[in-house]
Structures are given as structure tokens and as C-alpha cells.
């Protein structure tokens, strides 16, 4: 019965292991091509297996790319649920700037989320994963806003608050004139406004 035990962790050890290493290339493939320019070939060519493969452990590139998502975001997702509970105030305008920074500088999660908002309905285990990651996210919100001591309905300023940070890092989006370095700088300068807004909410709520 040991043996028997052993060799199935085993098994589901490889397994696990095959899918990281299929995440790993996908994440490489994306972060250097658009969506709609990336294959299960090129993947498969990258991870050293064949596309068969892929599809034992991913139904279709959809599915991938929605765990490569769902693994990326979420070391920061970690990173601001830890700043909101070290805080005493929320740490508004730092847990924005940490959502700006990130999905400025890791372009290929932003195009990743709106290719799911924007490509239609996808099928319902799909929907939950990535339904779950921003339940997550906004349960961060919510925690912040409760310590700022917001009034009104905190889900509701979560739902505006997150709308408003995809809108700021949509700014500038491949603007031909503006460097890298420019478009994040002019999306903290909005972001410092939104902060000095509800900070200013929060302090006349006091």
C-alpha cells in the first residue's frame, strides 16, 4: 500500500511538473507576441514536447493562458493583501501604484485579462478560475476601504475603484511618441489624483 502510494505522488509530482514547464513556455510566448500570434506549436516547441501533450493537460489555448494568467497575478495579489494588513489606513495610494507598476511593466498580463473581457463568453470552469481571481482582488479592495473607513456600499467602491485602475492603465497604450518610462509616469500622476480623491472622501467620512 506504501508503494502503491509513493508511485501515485510520484505520478501526480510529473504531472504538476509538466504543466509548470507548459505554463513556463506559454508565459515566454506570450510576453513576446500578441494573442492572437501565439500557437500550441510554438509553445510545444518551447517546452520540449509535443503538442499532444499540451492538450492532455489544457483543453484548448484559452484554458492555458487563463492558468498562466491566474499564476502570474497572483504574486501581486499577495503583495497588496499584505500591504493592506500592515497598514493602519489602507495604504491606498501605495496598493495602486502597485497594481499601475505591475501591469505596466508585465504587459502581457493586462493583454491577457482584456482578451477575456473583451473576446466574449468563455465556458463556465474557465469563467470561475478567472471569476475567482478578481473576487480575490476586490476582497482586497474591500479590506481597504473598510480600514479608510469609506461609507456606502465598500463592493460597490471596489467595482469603481478596480474599473478605474484598468482605465489608467490603458492610458497612453502604445502611444508612438511616449517611452515606456513616460507612460508609467503619467499613469502615477493619475493615480496620485484618484488617491488625493478618496483619501480626501475617506478624511471628510472621519
Same mark, same amino acid.
Given at each position: 500500500? @506504501?508503494?502503491?502510494?509513493?508511485?501515485?505522488?510520484?505520478?501526480?509530482?510529473? @504531472?504538476?511538473?509538466?504543466?509548470?514547464?507548459?505554463?513556463?513556455?506559454?508565459? @515566454?510566448?506570450?510576453?513576446? @507576441?500578441?494573442?492572437?500570434?501565439?500557437?500550441?506549436?510554438?509553445?510545444?516547441?518551447?517546452?520540449?514536447?509535443?503538442?499532444?501533450?499540451?492538450?492532455?493537460?489544457?483543453?484548448?489555448?484559452?484554458?492555458?493562458?487563463?492558468?498562466? $494568467?491566474?499564476?502570474?497575478?497572483?504574486?501581486?495579489?499577495?503583495?497588496?493583501?499584505?500591504?493592506?494588513?500592515?497598514?493602519?489606513?489602507?495604504?491606498?495610494?501605495?496598493?495602486?501604484?502597485?497594481?499601475?507598476?505591475?501591469?505596466?511593466?508585465?504587459?502581457?498580463? $493586462?493583454?491577457?485579462?482584456?482578451?477575456?473581457?473583451?473576446?466574449?463568453?468563455?465556458?463556465?470552469?474557465?469563467?470561475?478560475?478567472?471569476? !475567482?481571481?478578481?473576487?480575490?482582488?476586490?476582497?482586497?479592495?474591500?479590506?481597504?476601504?473598510?480600514?479608510?473607513?469609506?461609507?456606502?456600499?465598500?463592493?460597490?467602491? !471596489?467595482?469603481?475603484?478596480?474599473?478605474?485602475?484598468?482605465?489608467?492603465?490603458?492610458?497612453?497604450?502604445?502611444?508612438?511618441?511616449?517611452?515606456?518610462?513616460?507612460?508609467?509616469?503619467?499613469?502615477?500622476?493619475?493615480?496620485?489624483?484618484?488617491?488625493?480623491? $478618496?483619501?480626501? $472622501?475617506?478624511?471628510?467620512?472621519?
Amino acid at each position: 500500500m @506504501k508503494n502503491n502510494k509513493t508511485l501515485s505522488e510520484l505520478k501526480a509530482s510529473e @504531472k504538476n511538473a509538466r504543466r509548470d514547464i507548459i505554463i513556463d513556455a506559454a508565459e @515566454k510566448e506570450f510576453a513576446t @507576441k500578441s494573442f492572437n500570434r501565439v500557437n500550441m506549436r510554438d509553445i510545444a516547441r518551447r517546452a520540449g514536447i509535443s503538442p499532444a501533450l499540451i492538450y492532455r493537460h489544457f483543453p484548448d489555448q484559452r484554458s492555458l493562458f487563463a492558468e498562466t $494568467y491566474v499564476r502570474g497575478i497572483s504574486g501581486i495579489l499577495d503583495r497588496i493583501r499584505k500591504r493592506i494588513d500592515d497598514s493602519r489606513d489602507g495604504a491606498f495610494g501605495e496598493v495602486i501604484d502597485d497594481f499601475i507598476v505591475f501591469f505596466t511593466r508585465n504587459d502581457h498580463y $493586462y493583454r491577457t485579462m482584456m482578451n477575456f473581457f473583451l473576446e466574449g463568453p468563455v465556458e463556465r470552469g474557465l469563467f470561475d478560475k478567472l471569476n !475567482s481571481m478578481e473576487r480575490k482582488l476586490l476582497g482586497h479592495f474591500d479590506a481597504m476601504f473598510t480600514k479608510m473607513k469609506i461609507e456606502g456600499d465598500i463592493r460597490f467602491h !471596489s467595482h469603481t475603484l478596480f474599473a478605474a485602475l484598468i482605465g489608467i492603465v490603458t492610458t497612453f497604450r502604445s502611444h508612438p511618441d511616449k517611452s515606456d518610462r513616460e507612460i508609467l509616469k503619467h499613469r502615477r500622476r493619475i493615480a496620485a489624483n484618484l488617491t488625493k480623491v $478618496y483619501t480626501s $472622501y475617506s478624511s471628510h467620512n472621519k
